[in-house]
């Protein structure tokens, strides 16, 4: 089962607007796609979910093409306390494998 | 409140010993789930259960074993077959859906180091 592909690293400012892309070779035509936060030393906390075009919640916004081979995770206006690691992990059923994430880096 | 409980927070062992993580959850969810995670890596799944009494192996099942007896527990027993354990281990737990997202509710782990 291959997992899905997401950069390693991003830094960012605060203040400014964030966008990580996930790629979904993979995916089925039933999987949804959901994306998890984790902070050191926690586990991970569900952000979003979508299954195509574009969803938004109170903290971040998620948009898939219609192919839905990616998604890109939107953060609005970040903070030094989005430092983190972004996970956007492949499913299969009700069995979900994770990657390495991507490493969030926000700087004064 | 509801959540996922995990513990012991920390959890310290000889080699040849075997250790028990606790996993309780009051959520009422069908499936659980534990994962391992390595410094800077990202999550493995050892085990999975969609019902009681049931659980399925995950990618790094060797070495590990759980049980099911009741729909709100999950522990997890690291043996001494496991050659590397020391490793942060992450208990979930989500509603078992036939379609839809699978949302994952995570516990705040147990860390495990062999000494």
């Known amino acids: 089962l291959a997992k899905t592909t997401q950069p390693i690293s991003m830094d960012s400012y605060e203040g400014q607007e964030v966008n990580i892309t996930c790629s979904h070779n993979?995916?089925?035509?039933?999987?949804?796609i959901t994306w998890y936060q984790q902070f050191p030393s926690q586990g991970p906390r569900f952000i979003i979910q979508?299954?195509?075009t574009k969803v938004t919640n109170e903290v971040a916004s998620l948009f898939i093409p219609a192919d839905r081979k990616s998604s890109t995770l939107s953060l609005p206006r970040v903070s030094l306390s989005d430092t983190a690691v972004y996970y956007c992990?492949?499913?299969?059923?009700?069995?979900?494998?994770f990657g390495g994430g991507t490493r969030l880096m926000v700087k004064p | 409140d509801g959540g996922i409980t995990q513990s012991p927070k920390y959890l310290f062992r000889k080699e040849g010993q075997n250790v028990t993580l606790s996993c309780e959850q009051n959520?009422?969810?069908?499936?659980m789930y534990w994962y391992r995670q390595d410094p800077g890596q990202g999550l493995r799944l050892i085990y999975y259960?969609?019902?009681?009494?049931?659980?399925q192996k995950g990618d790094i099942a060797e070495g590990y074993s759980v049980s099911r007896e009741k729909k709100e527990s999950f522990p997890l027993t690291v043996t001494s077959a496991q050659k590397n354990p020391t490793a942060f281990y992450l208990c979930?737990?989500?509603?078992?859906?036939?379609?839809?997202?699978?949302?994952?509710?995570f516990g705040a782990g147990s860390r495990l180091t062999v000494l």
């Open positions: 992990p492949e499913g299969a059923g009700n069995m979900l494998t």
């Open positions: 259960s969609q019902i009681v009494n049931d659980f």
């Open positions: 979508g299954y195509k």
């Open positions: 959520l009422n969810h069908d499936a």
């Open positions: 979930a737990s989500s509603i078992f859906r036939s379609s839809g997202a699978n949302v994952l509710t």
């Open positions: 993979n995916i089925a035509t039933n999987d949804y």
